[in-house]
Structures are given as C-alpha cells and as structure tokens.
Nanobody, 122 residues
Framework: QVQFVESGGGLVQPGGSLRLPCAAS????????IAWYRHSPGKQREWVAQ???????NYAGSVRGRFTISRDNATNTVWLQMHSLKPEDTAVYYC????????????????WGQGTQVTVSS
C-alpha cells in the first residue's frame, strides 16, 4: 500500500510559517481524500485538514484561515502550508488517507508514519 513520509518540521517563532511536504511512495490519484493530522502529548490525535481528489478542502476550526492543504497527483506529494503559527500548533504532524463511505470521507485507513515535529516557540 501507499506509504507516506512527512518532513519539513522544525522550530519556528510565533507568527512564522512552515511548509510541510508529505511524500507518497506510490500513485495517490486513486486516494479519495488525503488528510493531515497532529498529535501533542496528553491529547488525542487531531484531524487538521483534508483534500479530495477533486481539490475540495476542509479544515479544523483551529487552523482555518491559517493553513492550506493541497495535493499534487503528478508528483505524489501532499502539502500543508502553515502561516501565523501559534504555540498551540506545536505537535507532531502526520498525513494519511481516507476513502469514500457513502458520500462522505471515512476514517483514516493508511498506516501511520513517523510524522514531523513542529515546535512554535519564541
């Protein structure tokens, strides 16, 4: 199955920006939805954003207006552009994929990779 490798994380000051690539090991054209998640210690893994194969996007309220998800099927890469970063955005960021169940996105079904650490601190 398709494997994802996240990268691009690091230390950034509040208000700064990062762009995270998620590189897939295979063709992502058939993946109905690809999503970014994040996980902080002591909290549940949180869904952040998703993009369908048609380019339709959805965002968690905590990141809406600051983050942008996109996919490039030609290069099998999914991106998360992050602006106006806040300390609350500090987490390990992961990508995964979903399938259609009925007319909605189902749960993530891919394996979880190592993720990439994003730390927002002054």
């Amino acid at each position: 199955q398709v494997q994802f490798v996240e990268s691009g994380g690091g230390l950034v000051q509040p208000g700064g920006s990062l762009r995270l690539p998620c590189a897939a090991s295979g063709n992502i054209f058939s993946l109905a939805y690809i999503a970014w998640y994040r996980h902080s210690p002591g909290k549940q893994r949180e869904w952040v954003a998703q993009v369908s194969n048609s380019g339709s996007t959805n965002y968690a309220g905590s990141v809406r207006g600051r983050f942008t998800i996109s996919r490039d099927n030609a290069t099998n890469t999914v991106w998360l552009q992050m602006h106006s970063l806040k300390p609350e955005d500090t987490a390990v960021y992961y990508c995964n994929y979903k399938r259609l169940i009925g007319n909605s996105a189902g749960p993530p079904i891919g394996s979880w990779g190592q993720g990439t650490q994003v730390t927002v601190s002054s």
